[in-house]
């Protein structure tokens, strides 16, 4: 089970840290992405990183201004939003990948969270 948390309304240029907690113990096991979907729009790949935490992948619409990280003993995995823009504005959800591979496709991931909203006022 992944929770997130962090959303909230915040200004353009403003930072935000969204925070997904795991419940479970093979949380090392998995691949975790973002992800978020804007109205009306698909859900899209935001950021991902691998398993041990070495390797993270960034869509590039956020490269530079987002970063992704875990932590494997708290079972937490972060994304902090710098530099936010109004296009940033969705809900952002947290997934789990069981693979040492790191993946984009929605359909790659086996576990959600329930989605927290990031509103960038301009």
């Known amino acids: 089970q992944l929770q997130a948390s962090g959303g909230g309304l915040v200004q353009a240029g403003a930072s935000r840290r969204l925070s997904c907690l795991a419940s479970?113990?093979?949380?090392?096991?998995?691949?975790m992405g973002w992800f978020r979907q804007a109205p009306g729009k698909v859900r899209d790949f935001v950021a991902a990183i691998s398993w041990g935490g070495g390797h993270t992948v960034y869509a590039d619409s956020v490269k530079g201004r987002f970063t992704v990280s875990r932590d494997n003993a708290k079972n937490t995995v972060s994304l902090q939003m710098n530099s936010l823009k109004v296009e940033d504005t969705a809900v952002y959800y947290c997934?789990?990948?069981?693979?040492?591979?790191?993946?984009?496709?929605?359909?790659?991931?086996?576990?959600w969270g329930q989605g927290t909203l990031v509103t960038v006022s301009s």
């Open positions: 479970g113990r093979a949380f090392n096991s998995y691949t």
């Open positions: 997934a789990a990948d069981l693979t040492y591979y790191i993946r984009r496709g929605t359909e790659e991931y086996q576990y």
